[in-house]
């Protein structure tokens, strides 16, 4: 039977490849390498660096695939599940195409497979579909919310208090919850200006673990207007930006440190 590798490859750095990450890549006989246009070539020569470095699998073949554009009109969730359905079915016709019947099909996927990525929920697509019989195996990796937390030398969490994990569309609508932290991912409205509390600090990173790391951290409200100019520099530079950041409000002092 086919067999499917979903390899996390970490945030950015070849040295975020795990012991088992190499070990799977070399497993593979087929790896697809996303691509998204001139803009966004860092991603899959990033991948490719990774290949250059770690593949010592001479029979492993290497197959680019152009990413389809995700449409605008309509709904979000409407156009992200269309993009995904396009995108599995190029996962299935290389399946069917280019991996053998006993053979392995590499996915590397930009942080940990599971968390904020879809290459699972696309894959699901592809079994659902029924065409074309396989296994799965899933191999974490190193998140931009570890490399953030790293880069700024921070603990992700305080003590007795939790974290919630959402995204830039989400903190826009509301706060989230009865949380005093949030770690923000995927945004592209700038959310962290809409957050009101004069007293809340921000450490916040671009393109985590690349040689282009940004990081800048400070109280929100002094630091809110450097960090779009920030970005808005970063992504004329670069043409795209992935970012992330923890905002943190104070607690009650009954709250913090408790159990």
């Not at 590798?5 to 087929?30: C, F, K, S, W, Y």
Request: with cysteine; glycine share 8%; hydrophobic share 45%.
């Amino acid at each position: 039977m086919r067999k499917i590798l979903v390899i996390g490859i970490g945030a950015g750095n070849p040295e975020h490849m795990t012991v088992q990450a190499v070990g799977a890549l070399n497993r593979a006989d087929v790896l697809l390498i996303p691509t998204k246009g001139d803009e966004k070539a860092f991603l899959a020569d990033a991948r490719r660096e990774i290949c250059d470095r770690f593949l010592e699998n001479a029979r492993c073949r290497i197959l680019d695939y152009a990413v389809p554009v995700r449409r605008a009109d309509g709904s979000y969730e409407d156009g992200v599940n269309d993009w995904h359905r396009a995108i599995a079915a190029i996962y299935e016709r290389s399946l069917l195409d280019d991996v053998g019947e006993d053979e392995t099909l590499g996915l590397l996927v930009w942080g940990d497979p599971m968390l904020y990525d879809s290459t699972l929920r696309i894959i699901d697509h592809v079994r659902t579909a029924g065409r074309v019989a396989f296994e799965i195996e899933v191999i974490p990796g190193i998140t931009s919310i570890q490399a953030l937390c790293a880069g700024h030398a921070i603990t992700l969490n305080r003590i007795g208090l939790p974290v919630e994990i959402t995204t830039g569309r989400r903190l826009a609508e509301a706060w989230p919850g009865t949380a005093r932290d949030a770690l923000v991912m995927l945004d592209g409205v700038e959310a962290f200006r809409r957050v009101e509390d004069p007293e809340a600090d921000i450490w916040w990173g671009a393109y985590l673990g690349t040689p282009h790391e940004i990081l800048l951290s400070g109280r929100l409200a002094d630091i809110a207007d450097t960090i779009s100019e920030t970005r808005r520099k970063a992504r004329a530079a670069h043409g795209w930006i992935m970012d992330t950041y923890l905002i943190r409000r104070p607690a009650p002092e009954a709250e913090e440190g408790a159990a």
